[in-house]
């Protein structure tokens, strides 16, 4: 079992190019041969009409599940369509034992549409501390990849997230305001304010690498499922930015968040944002 950060350290240092690997067989064998040619039948609704499920996210979870347990012997894999099924397993998050986050299919209703905007997201912990994450957008086949105190990088290129330009209105992506609770949408409502362009979100993943890239200024979202949210973080910190929720403290993959939350490009525009959800201006 591994149980020390130096461990895990020296397994990432001689096998993140056998996660990517596996990242991109499950995208190659179960996700992209059913893009764009889901029958019917492939495509279900858990929660409802907006939570979809298809054939590609259970098995590319499958496929993950067993590749990414193998590689490091006593790990536990923590996947969106596990939870649904088991919701108890979701506790292994803030265990002891390295935990692989999985989101197979990151942008289900995107990928369902046929659009290109959807990934694959990855994420390994340890007692809630994110140590390594992997984010693959197999239609544009690009995959950013980060390590905790060794940087963000995009196709093998350094990531910087920088600062918003002076002057310019903030862009943020925010949660959908049909799917939040009464006091979570009026805090994303003052984010309609002078100064700020909010839009909804897409895939959270392609929209935390975008703070990461310095495309997107800042993300606010409203639901806590780590397989959404634990590859991104770690890319936007290590990109040098910074997350926050409404009580000025970092998000926890672990739960128990005052939400909605912020992850932006520096520690000015993460306040900035948290300020207006708390009602401030």
């Known amino acids: 079992m591994i149980d020390t950060n130096e461990t895990i350290e020296e397994f990432l240092a001689e096998h993140a190019s056998d996660v990517e690997e596996a990242v991109r067989k499950a995208a190659a064998g179960e996700i992209m041969p059913r893009w764009r040619r889901l029958a019917a039948h492939e495509v279900d609704q858990k929660s409802g009409p907006h939570d979809l499920v298809t054939d590609a996210d259970r098995k590319a979870e499958l496929f ?165 949210h634990a590859a991104g973080l770690l890319l936007v910190e290590e990109a040098g930015g910074v997350h926050l929720t409404r009580a000025g403290e970092p998000f926890r993959i672990t739960g128990g968040n005052v939400l909605p939350f912020t992850a932006a490009r520096d520690a000015a525009t993460a306040r900035r944002v948290v300020g207006l959800l708390s009602g401030g201006v």
Not at 167 to 181: E, K
Not at 203 to 220: I, K, N, W
């Open 64 to 228: 993950l599940t067993e590749a990414l347990a193998a590689l490091l012997p006593g790990s536990v894999v923590v996947g969106e369509e596990a939870v649904h099924a088991n919701p108890a397993s979701y506790e292994a998050i803030g265990g002891d034992v390295p935990v692989w986050i999985v989101d197979p299919v990151d942008g289900t209703r995107q990928f369902v549409r046929g659009e290109a905007g959807f990934c694959t997201l990855v994420a390994l912990a340890v007692g809630g501390t994110l140590l390594a994450s992997w984010t693959y957008a197999p239609a544009r086949d690009r995959l950013a990849t980060a390590q905790r105190g060794k940087g963000a990088y995009l196709d093998g290129q350094r990531l910087f997230a920088g600062v918003p330009e002076p002057g310019r209105d903030l862009r943020v992506a925010t949660s959908h305001p049909d799917y939040t609770t009464e006091e979570e949408k009026h805090a994303l409502l003052h984010l309609r304010t002078d100064g700020v362009e909010p839009r909804p979100c897409g895939s959270a993943g392609l929209e935390y690498l975008a703070v990461a890239r310095g495309e997107l200024d800042a993300v606010a979202f409203s639901w806590e499922a780590a397989w959404d």
